[in-house]
C-alpha cells in the first residue's frame, strides 16, 4: 500500500503548535532545551497505532483537542483544590503539594542532607543539576517526554547528599483541579549521591469527570551503591488522559525499588525507562493495575543492561481488568553485548473479570551477551475457578472470594514496597477497589 | 514443458485476483524490488536447464530426504519456480488425492484452485505476498478428498538453480472433511556470491474433523562467513482451520538462508479446532532469523501451542515474533507459548518479540521465554567423558530441541539433526 506522507495535523497538534510560540516566552528557563524537545514532537506528531511503541495506546485519538496548558492557581483556587484529603497526606517527612502543575505549598521539614528547589526557581536561576535533566538517551526521542519537557511548568529539583540515610518519605503530591479541562505539565529531577538512600513517593489526585490531561515526568539519577525506593499513586480525574514517565539512569552496586499503582483515569500511560549504567546494579519495578468501565491503561517498561556485570532486574506487573476495560503491558529488556551475568526476570500477568475486558501483552527481550540468564512470562484468564470453588464451598459469598483472590493477586506487586504505612494504603485503596466493585455487583444482583 | 510455455504470464496472476490494479500500487510501493521482473525472464531457459539437470538434483533430493523412493514419499520437485517432476501421481489418484504442480492443478482442477487460491492468504496480505501472487509460477497442489488418509507422505522439494533469480512458488494444500495428510517441504540451493529471493505463499485449508501436518527443513544457502550471499527467504505459510475440531501443524527446522523472515499462522475458525507451531531455528556466521507464528482464535474451544526453540551463534541474529489474539466470541480459547534462546558466543542475538493480544475473559493465555547460554557444567561433563567440545555443544543443542524434533516424521528427524550438527560447525572453539 503506498500511503503518501503527508503534513496534514490533527487539531490538538495544530493546537499545540500554535500555542507553543507564546507559551515558551512566559515558561521558566532557558527556551533551547524546550525548542528541542518540541522539533521532537514535531517530527512525530502524536503517537498513533503505527507507532510500534504506541500499538495498543492510540494518543493521537484520545487526545482529539489539545486542552490549555493550565495557568498558575490562585490562592482560591488552591485552596479549593487541596481540600481533598489525600489518601498519602500525613505520610511524607516533608510534603510538597502541587496544584495544576504549580507548586503551591510545602509542609513538614526537609531532612538533613536533602535540598529540595522548586523546578520553576531552579529554571529561573539556572540551578546547577539541571545539566543533569534529560541525560537518559534511553528516553531521548520519547514523544510523551518530549511534551513534558517542551511544556513544563514547574516540579522539584531534588539533590540528596553522598552517605544520607534519609529519615522519611520525600512526598509530593500533584492535584489536577479546575472549571473545565485543562493541561498540565510537570517535572521532577531526583539527583541521590553515592550511598545515600530515599524514599520518594508521588500522588496524583484529579477530582470530578472532566477530561484533564496531565503529562509528568520524574527522573532518578542514582550514584554508586545508591539505595531509591518510588512509589507513585495514580487518582486521576475520571476523563483524564495521564502520561506519565519514569527515567532511572542506575550507577554501580545501586539498588532502585519502583511501584505504580494506577485506579483511576480514562487512558493512562506510565512508562519507565530504566538504565543499568553501572556493574551490579538491582532494579524491581512493580506496577499494579485495577481497571473498570471503559478505561484503558498502559505500562510500558524498557529496561536497558548496559554494564558488566549485568545486574539483576526484576519486573512485575499485576493488571486487573472489569467491564470493558482494556490493559495494555509492554516490556523490553535490552542486554548490550558487554553485559555479562545479567539475570532478567520479567513477568505481566493478567485477570480478566468480565467478557468485554481485553488485555494486550508484549513482554519483549533484546539480547546481545552470550552469558545471562533472562526470561520472560506473560498470562492472562479469568479467576480459578477451582480457587473460587474452593473458597465458595467454605462459605465464603462469591463476591467475597473474587476480592479475596484478586487483593492478593495485585498485592504481590505492592509488597515490595518496604514502607509499612505507605504499603497499607495501597492496600486499602485496592480493598476500597474492590468493596465498590461488590456494591455495583450487589446492586446489578437486586435488580 | 510446451503447456508451461504456452500460459501467458497473466493468466497466472488473473486466477488469484481479478482486481489487476494491485499490482501497480505494490510495485510503486517498493521499488527495490528489481528481481522480479528479471526472475520472470529467466523463467522460460530455466525450464529446460533444469530439466537437463534433473538426474543430478534428483539424486540429491534422496540424500536430502534420507529415503529412497521406494519408502513412498511422494515428490514434487521445484526448480527455479519451475516444477520439474512430480511422483506417484497414478498411485495417489487411485485413493482420490490430487498432488500436482498447481500449474497442472490450473489446467486439470480449476475449479478447486479459483475456490481456494486466495482465501487464506490474500494477495493484499503483505508485500511479498502480493509479489508472490503477481508473479508466480510453480509450486505445489494438494487435495484430500472427504475421509481420505493420505497413504503415504508427501514432498516437495525446491532448489534454486539459477544465479540472481528469484523464486516464487505457491503451495496450496486442501483437506476435506475427515481426511489428514502429512506434507513434508525441503529446500536447498547451492552457493552463490549473489543474493537470491525465495518469495513462497503456502495456503493451507482444513474442513471439519481434517488435519494438515505440514514440516518444513529449510537449508538454503546462508552466505559465507562474512554475510556475502545466500538466500533472502520471505515466506508466507497461512493454515485455516474453517471446519469443527480440524488441525494444522507446522513443524519447521530453519538451518539455512541469509536472511529469513517467516511466519507461518494459523487462523483458528473452526470450533474446537487446534493449531501447532513446532520451531527450530539455527542462526550461525552472520544469519538473521525472524521467525514466528500467529495463532488466531476466532472460534470457541480453540487451542494451540507453540514451542520455539532459537539457537543462535556467530554473529547471528535470531528473533522469535510471534502474535496469539483471541476474538471477543473465542471462549474457552487456550494457549501456550514456550520460547528458548540458546546463545552460542559472544557476538550474537537473541531476541524475544511476543505479542499477546485476549479480548475474552475466558481465554487463557501462558507465555514464557527463556535465553540462556550453554552452561559450563554440561560442556565440561561432556568433555570429560571423551567428547570433543564441538559434539558435546552438538550433543546439547540436540537436547535442547528435542522436543520439537519429535514432531518431524522420522527421515527428517535424523537429517534436521545433522543438519543442525552441520550449521553449527565452527561455532566453537
Known sequence: MNVKVTT???????????????????L?????????????????????RRVEAWKYTDLRAAMREAAPLAPKPDAAQTTVALKGNSPLAGQGAVTLSFVNGYHVGTEGTVPSGVTIVPLAEALGSGHPLLARMGTLALAQGDTALALNTAFMTDGAVIHVAAGAEVDGPIALTFVTAGPSAIATAARVLMVVEAGAKVLLVESHEGQGKLAHQTNTAVEIIAGDGADVQHVRLGLNSEGAVALSTLTADLGAATSLTSVNVALTGAMVRHQVYARFSGGDARAQIN??????????????????????????????FRTIIDDEASGVFQGKIIVQPHAQKTDGRMASNAVLLSQGAAMYNKPELEIFADDVACAHGATCGALDDELLFYLMSRGISKAEAEALMIESFVGAAIDDIAHEAIRDVLHGLVQEWLKVRAARINAGAGV | MSRWRSLPEPTWARVSYPQIDFQDIYYYAAPKMNGAPKSLDEVDPAILDAYKKLGIPLREQEILAGVEPQNRVAVDAVFDSVSVVTTFRAELAKAGVIFCSISDALQEHPELVRKYIGSVVPVTDNYYATLNSAVFTDGSFVYIPKGVRCPMELSTYFRINEKNT????????????????SYLEGCTAPQRDENQLHAAVVELVTMDDAEIKYSTVQNWYPGDANGRGGIYNFVTKRGDCRGKNSKISWTQVETGSAITWKYPSVILRGEGSRGEFYSIAVSNGMQQVDSGTKMIHLGKNTTSRIISKGISAGRSQNTYRGLVSAHRKATNARNFTNCDSLLIGNQCGAHTVPYIESKTSTATFEHEATTSKISEDQLFYCMQRGLTAEESTALIVNGFVKDVLQQLPMEFAVEAQKLISISLEGSVG
Do not use: W
Open chain 1, 8 to 26: 496534514i495535523r490533527t487539531a490538538a497538534e495544530a493546537a499545540l503548535i500554535e500555542r507553543f510560540p507564546a507559551l515558551k516566552a512566559g
Open chain 1, 28 to 48: 521558566p528557563g532557558p527556551a533551547a532545551p524546550r525548542e528541542q524537545a518540541f522539533a521532537t514532537f514535531m517530527a512525530s506528531g502524536l503517537p498513533n
Open chain 1, 287 to 316: 506496577g499494579a493495575t485495577l481497571l473498570q468501565g471503559q478505561q484503558h491503561a498502559d505500562s510500558t517498561l524498557v529496561v536497558e543492561h548496559a554494564a558488566e556485570p549485568g545486574g539483576e532486574s526484576r519486573e512485575l
Open chain 2, 166 to 181: 528469484g523464486q516464487f512458488e505457491r503451495t496450496l494444500i486442501i483437506a476435506e472433511e475427515g481426511s489428514y495428510v
